[in-house]
């Protein structure tokens, strides 16, 4: 396996995780079964940090449908370079960032990271098609 299908890797576990916390929250906010239940304009809302962290989730599934091709195609290609491992590092670390931050509810912070997971997928292109 390479490196880069590594970093990949591990953010998709990490991202197939996101969904724990704020589920909890739910079964702790509205019960067990309420939890579990089909979802109803009259449930009791959850944690405003549960909502966010479920924004970010989703966030984060976007994006990485976009850097989970970039890097397969470069896997595919041949394409490696301590750049990729870079640029797929500074994702996964970014898009961690980012969950916590949105999590918490830091606006600035939160943009900040987002960007950082753009400019690693920016890069991963960037070298795919050989222009780094």
């Known amino acids: 396996m390479t490196t880069e299908l590594f970093w990949l890797a591990l953010t998709a576990i990490f991202t197939g995780l ?36 479920m924004k970010a989730h989703a966030n984060a599934i976007e994006n ?20 990729t491992v870079f640029a797929v590092q500074l994702y ?8 916590l931050i949105y999590a918490v509810g830091i606006p600035v912070l939160r943009t900040l990271a987002f960007a950082a997971a753009f400019v690693g997928q920016a890069i991963m292109a960037l070298a795919l098609v050989g222009w780094l």
């Open 92 to 99: 996964f670390w970014a898009r961690m960032a980012h969950f």
């Open 64 to 83: 990485l449908a976009v850097m989970a091709v970039l890097v397969l195609v470069a896997n595919a290609a041949k394409v490696t370079s301590d750049l």
């Open 18 to 53: 996101f969904w724990v916390p704020y589920i909890l929250d739910r079964t702790a906010v509205r019960g067990l079964l309420p939890a579990m239940g089909n979802p109803s304009p009259n449930d009791k809302p959850q944690s405003a940090w549960a909502q966010r962290m």
